[in-house]
């Protein structure tokens, strides 16, 4: 059954509809202003993959270019991105990690500077 989406053109929301027989006839209705001036929009595809799928995606060594292990910026990078990959949201807590690491990083590097 595919869903479908439109744009409504009295007030510009996209509204989704599930669609059960494609020779239904029926026209959609805006889900926030009721008007019936709807146009359908290309949408995005989404697809569901299995753990297996995501874990061979993880393995692969290509996943992990640009990845330097002593900067904390490319970590806190390829670290968001296998989150994804893994379906989970590292939220606010993984961006405060991320700001105090960098923030550590600079510090080391300006007592390692020599002074003149």
């Not at 270019?65 to 968001?80: I, Q």
Request: charge should be negative.
């Amino acid at each position: 059954m595919p869903i479908y989406e439109y744009r409504c053109e009295e007030c510009g929301r996209i509204s989704e509809f599930l669609v059960i027989r494609t020779d239904d006839t029926s026209v959609p209705q805006c889900k926030r202003c009721k008007s019936k001036k709807m146009t359908r929009v290309l949408s995005r595809v989404r697809v569901i993959r299995s753990e297996e799928s995501r874990m061979e995606s993880l393995a692969d060594p290509s996943k992990w270019g640009g990845l330097d292990e002593k900067d904390p910026k490319s970590m806190a990078k390829w670290m968001k991105r296998m989150g994804k990959e893994m379906g989970e949201d590292m939220g606010e807590d993984m961006d405060q990690m991320v700001e105090e690491a960098m923030e550590e990083e600079r510090d080391s590097e300006s007592q390692k500077e020599p002074e003149d």
